[in-house]
């Protein structure tokens, strides 16, 4: 284990002046430094600690789920042109059923003889059903190879935590941050998106709680008296290729603000804790930064006083320039030194061994991007494909397939909606294509009435989603999709309603 390694390496460590194996390598001391397109070329050497098989699997997984979404306009653009045909209908459902894998909604179609067709409907329709199916192939049969959740949570314990609780941002180009940037497994790890970063300190206490309860009554995931801590983690972002507008939106793109941010955030939760329960001591706080052009991280360290220092920092692109040459042996332990000469005895033993296992899986997340997208993505901007709003969505691990807004009522996550929404004009409403906004709430069916709660905030959000943008709404701009899900069930999930109203939604889903 990697934190066995920093262990037995501590004794070791050695007094050094530049950063190991790299002279004069570090091009950016502060987080509001963007990085040049061109400042780390796309690699032609293969990483050691590369994991091929998982990046084969993520790619074809990532471009299959991708082109079903972007499969939807050409398809429905063939169907436009044949609207005035004989056998229109039938001509319709076999492009549909061929190109999208399903049939249009009949009546929609038998329709247009006497007037246009209603594309909106039709594109806002097929978003949805097209999640459908996207769910039930993720909760069916698992198709990222996401199950080691028991070999995580002893590592995570090894390492001196008992759960990993992540806020990255909402942007859609961070969705993918736990299995594919992190590489870890999705359902070991909650994961709550929020607009910068700024997750809801009220929220996450609450989760604190609960957590600390279910190991003082229920041993799980240990017993309340090992001396394990609840290990928080903000991942606020960044744009290498264009910095000055790519970079996260809450925040005005100034990535400064966004590390700064963050972190007022943790410290913020923390004191929480330690208000509250007079036990700080058991929160330990991890500020992580990401490129979404490359996916590379920069994972923040200690000053001296064991606070986190938003200037020094490791970042996952460096490593993989300086250590693509060595073998894995050698580079596992390059990282090691790193982290002890960047950190010293600022870190316990248990988080700088955590620090190397992120490290350490970045690199073939790092590969990935390089490999298949020469070096960054192209679509450095937003290019969602629809708004998930309410609570659930763990099966979205996709980059730049959902914008997330996590919210009990639509008035406390304003803030967040209005964000998305103006995100969604500008790459839809713009073409004249509706805004496809689901909105989910997960319950534990074992609990008397949460199902019932469960529907009355499908309803409540969904009608307050349509009453503030009402604008939107009257023009067939925006549409939902009501969804719920019992998460002991480990089912799949349960369509309530949509606003798309045709004879063929019911009977559909």
Not at 19 to 39: D, E, F, I, V
Not at 42 to 50: I, Y
Request: net charge negative.
């Amino acid at each position: 284990m990697l934190n066995t390694r920093y262990k037995q390496n501590r004794a070791a460590q050695r007094k050094v002046t530049a950063p190991l194996g790299r002279p004069g390598a570090r091009a950016a001391t502060h987080p509001s430094n963007g990085r040049s397109a061109g400042l780390h070329p796309v690699a032609t050497s293969h990483h050691p600690l590369c994991k091929d098989r998982d990046n084969a699997l993520l790619y074809d997984y990532e471009r299959s789920v991708k082109e079903s979404f972007d499969g939807i306009v050409p398809t429905l653009k063939k169907v436009s042109a044949l609207q005035h045909e004989t056998d229109f209908v039938s001509k319709a459902q076999r492009i549909a059923e061929s190109h999208l894998g399903f049939a249009l909604p009949g009546v929609l179609l038998e329709n247009a003889w006497v007037g246009d067709l209603d594309m909106r409907s039709l594109y806002a329709w097929s978003v949805f059903e097209t999640y459908h199916r996207f769910c039930d192939d993720v909760f069916s049969r698992d198709p990222l190879g996401n199950s080691d959740d028991a070999a995580f949570d002893t590592f995570l314990q090894e390492c001196g935590f008992h759960i990993l609780d992540v806020s990255p941002c909402a942007d859609g180009r961070l969705a993918h941050v736990i299995r594919y940037v992190l590489r870890l497994p999705s359902k070991a790890v909650r994961r709550r998106s929020y607009a910068g970063a700024m997750f809801d300190i009220d929220d996450s206490l609450d989760k604190w709680t609960r957590t600390e309860l279910m190991r003082f009554r229920e041993g799980v995931p240990n017993t309340a008296d090992v001396p394990t801590r609840y290990l928080k983690a903000v991942v606020y972002h960044h744009s290498s290729v264009d910095p000055v507008h790519q970079g996260c939106a809450a925040h005005g793109s100034d990535t400064a603000r966004a590390a700064a941010g963050g972190l007022e955030r943790l410290m913020g939760f923390q004191q929480a804790v330690q208000n509250t329960y007079c036990c700080g001591a058991s929160i330990d706080c991890l500020l992580i930064g990401m490129d979404t052009d490359t996916d590379g991280i920069r994972i923040h360290l200690p000053n001296a006083n064991g606070d986190i220092d938003l200037d020094n920092y490791i970042d996952s692109l460096e490593v993989y320039d300086a250590t693509v040459h060595m073998d894995a042996s050698q580079a596992r332990q390059w990282i090691v030194d790193l982290i002890l000469q960047k950190a010293g005895n600022s870190l316990s033993d248990g988080m700088a061994g955590f620090m190397a296992h992120l490290l350490t899986n970045n690199l073939s997340q790092v590969e990935y991007v390089r490999s298949n997208y020469g070096g960054h993505y192209s679509d450095i901007g937003h290019n969602e494909r629809f708004i998930g709003a309410g609570i659930g969505f763990e099966e979205i691990q996709l980059r730049n397939l959902t914008f997330f807004s996590y919210l009990n009522t639509v008035e406390e996550a304003a803030g967040d909606l209005d964000v998305g929404i103006s995100i969604f004009s500008g790459l839809y409403v713009s073409k004249g294509l509706p805004v496809p906004i689901v909105v989910r709430y997960d319950y534990h069916g074992n609990v008397p009435g949460e199902r019932e709660r469960a529907e009355q905030h499908c309803r409540r959000v969904a009608d307050a989603l349509h009453d503030r943008y009402r604008d939107l709404t009257d023009r067939g701009l925006l549409h939902t999709l009501q969804v719920v899900r019992d998460i002991n069930a480990s089912g799949q999930i349960e369509i309530l309603d949509c606003s798309v109203k045709t004879k063929a939604t019911a009977g559909a889903h």
